[in-house]
């Protein structure tokens, strides 16, 4: 089969692999769509220490099954599905408590790092156990289908902030994951959002899909914008969606005293966190990871259009076309957010 191969750091490479071994209890999909990460295109240099070459990459995905593992059932040939990113065990504690995003020995799609490898979707073929399947609904496009994987990140991290109707939330960084941020919120009948970026298009995009104010954070003084609309009292919830020191020092301080901050980006795995604020203020900390079972909700969301992805998708290109469009991404060519390649 065809596959768009990490051969070594930077250099991705089209070129034929053996299809994937089908185990028991596995399945194989006929990849039709995948998307291409911000996780991917960062941590394709080395930096993450988690896309050790040779790797197939690639964890947002949908297509048809084409052959079902001997221990298999509810599913068959034909069927088209998506599936979670990361694979769990099912017998450990966190995996008993529902948890499943935390498993012991879960395994990501498309990573390789020194605990384990597991080849990804952008290749023709992917195999994939059968418990983490998702029929599409009817109707739905493998390319929106792609789409409830990061939608799913942002739901996970809604659902955390535990947001009331009420609230006013401040979402910083408005990328895929913000984007979808914005949009999960006005799902969960936020009060008022507030979106923060340094690119006008992408904010210009936030306020179409749900944003109610939206401010250039190297052009305004967000923070004092933001206690202007909050009385001087700041936001109650807050989302950082980016994973460096000047946005997570904007998130906390949005925040009112005894409010609650999500962190959703780790572009760095270290950053400076204004420890006195957090204290004084008894403001909260939730970390937010992937997500843990909101994948039919989300499917259900992009189906019936409560959440809107087309403006999200800037292209569905060719996958022997990947390597451009990754260099592409890595360049931060202007209006491009999402790219989906199809085998």
């Avoid at 395994?107 to 020194?114: A, F, I, P, T, W």
């Avoid at 979707?121 to 792609?146: D, K």
């Avoid at 409010?259 to 204290?279: K, W, Y």
């Avoid at 259900?300 to 076309?321: F, T």
Wanted: charged residues 20%; aromatic residues 4%; proline residues 5%.
């Amino acid at each position: 089969m065809k596959a768009l191969v990490l051969t070594k750091y930077s250099q991705l490479e089209y070129q034929d692999v053996p299809e994937p071994q089908v185990g028991p209890e596995d399945v194989l999909v006929q990849v039709r769509a995948c998307g291409i990460c911000g996780s991917d295109v960062h941590g394709m240099d080395g930096s993450t220490g988690r896309r050790i070459p040779p790797l197939i990459m690639g964890h947002e995905a949908a297509g048809i099954v084409a052959q079902v593992g001997s221990n298999v059932t509810g599913w068959k040939k034909g069927d088209c599905v998506t599936f979670d990113s990361i694979s769990c065990c099912g017998k450990c504690h966190f995996c008993r408590q529902g948890q499943t995003n935390l498993c012991d020995d879960r395994r990501v799609l498309g990573v390789s790092c020194e605990e384990y490898r597991q080849d990804g979707a952008l290749a023709e073929y992917v195999a994939v156990p059968a418990h983490v399947l998702y029929r599409l609904p009817e109707g739905l496009s493998f390319a929106r289908a792609t789409m409830a994987e990061p939608l799913s990140v942002a739901v996970h991290a809604v659902n955390k902030g535990r947001v009331l109707p009420s609230d006013t939330a401040i979402v910083v960084g408005a990328g895929v994951i913000g984007l979808l941020l914005v949009q999960a919120l006005r799902a969960a009948s936020c009060g008022r959002i507030i979106a923060v970026d340094l690119d006008q298009g992408k904010l210009d995009l936030a306020r179409r899909l749900g944003a109610d104010e939206a401010f250039r954070s190297d052009s305004e003084d967000v923070v004092a914008e933001v206690l202007d609309l909050t009385g001087q009292r700041g936001v109650d919830v807050a989302f950082e969606a980016v994973g460096i020191t000047p946005t997570l020092k904007l998130a906390v301080q949005s925040l009112r005293k005894g409010g609650a901050l999500t962190l959703v980006g780790n572009f760095s795995p270290i950053t400076d966190l204004p420890l006195r604020e957090v204290v004084i203020r008894e403001l909260s900390l939730n970390g937010s990871y992937a997500s843990a079972g909101e994948y039919p909700a989300c499917l259900d969301m992009i189906s019936r259009g409560v959440v809107d992805v087309d403006p999200l998708i800037s292209a569905v290109a060719p996958l022997a076309e990947g390597g451009s469009w990754f260099q592409r991404l890595r360049s931060r060519e202007p209006g491009l957010i999402k790219v989906i390649l199809a085998p």
